[in-house]
């Protein structure tokens, strides 16, 4: 069988689909071949056996310690990729992943203590990593916050209970909801007080994974706590959506071929640009790293955050990475 794109190699097979939350699932995959990588990375899954359709969604499993290849994925109303995976994919069947991808890992840090904290699907990551960690490093103290609406939002929150009993010394737990509260978790959103409960916050790596605002938010407020830059770290291969408000100022995004004119607020991401205006493009990890959402600029103002994948006289020629491209003015597109 040809695989659907060289971006994506890896064929798994399909052996269980179970849901974990009212809208989210884990695909368990049975891989035939070695598939090496690291815990808190992701994957690109070609959506629909599709060379045009790539999605990426985080390697819920634990190398070495977990049975299967896993993705959890949240089914979003609009979503191509997540409805597909969680609607209509069934047991026995094939997707192609790529390999794996990401720096958002424990085991490139020398040995430390940790704070984790996750908001939403952001605890997949961490849930991969604190398994690797508890194992692998058994004098690490781990402090794990999970922020979520209503306790029944919690991801692997069984696994979280048994984790917790089996390393009271270990694993420090803390459950935040917003609504909805119910024995075992704390109430609201995360704040100062929350992370006073960490004992000695500042001589910690913290990962951060959820929501672009989250994330945010998040890396504020430990780092007011007196946490060094360079000891926070974020997933960061969800593209932010930086266009919250459509009433700022705007610029003018022109495209050649076929001649069009569109408009899009400055600040935002060409990516981002291109897709509120049904401009067609590929995107497939949206952080920078497949190289799939290539896009020539002819002329205008913007910055670059990455440039992977893109050789020197391709850069020369004006190709940028829509995912990384920020556009500060007007812009006109091959």
Known sequence: MTMPTPLCPNRMQIHDIRQETPDVWTLSLINHDFYPYQPGQYALVSIKNSADTLRAYTLSSTPGLSPFITLSVRRLPDGTGSRWLTEATRVGQYLWLSAAQGDFTCTNHSPADYLML???????????????????????????????RTPQDVIFAEE??????????????????????????????????????????????????G?????????????????????VFKEQFHSVQEEESASG??????????LAEYRAPVGTSLLAAMEMNKVPVNAACRAGVCGSCKT???????????????????????????????????????
């Open 118 to 148: 996750g908001a939403g699907c952001g605890v997949t990551p961490i849930m991969s990593m604190c398994r690797w960690l508890l194992v692998h490093r058994p004098q690490a103290n781990l402090s794990v916050i999970i922020n979520v």
């Open 160 to 209: 979280w209970r048994q984790l917790q009993a089996r390393y009271p010394q270990n694993l420090q737990l803390i459950r935040m909801a917003e609504q909805q509260l119910q024995e075992g978790f704390s109430e609201g959103r995360l704040n100062n007080a929350t992370l006073q409960r960490v004992h000695h916050i500042t001589d910690r790596m913290v990962m951060v994974c």
């Open 211 to 231: 929501p672009a605002p989250y994330m945010k938010q998040a890396e504020s407020l430990v780092r007011e706590m007196g946490v060094p830059a360079d000891r």
């Open 249 to 258: 100022p705007s610029l003018k995004l022109v495209t050649r071929t076929p």
């Open 296 to 334: 020539r600029i002819l002329s205008g103002d913007y910055t670059t955050s990455s440039t992977m994948t893109l050789t020197a006289e391709e850069i020369s020629r004006g190709y940028v990475l829509a995912c990384s491209c920020q556009l500060q003015g007007d812009i006109v597109l091959a």
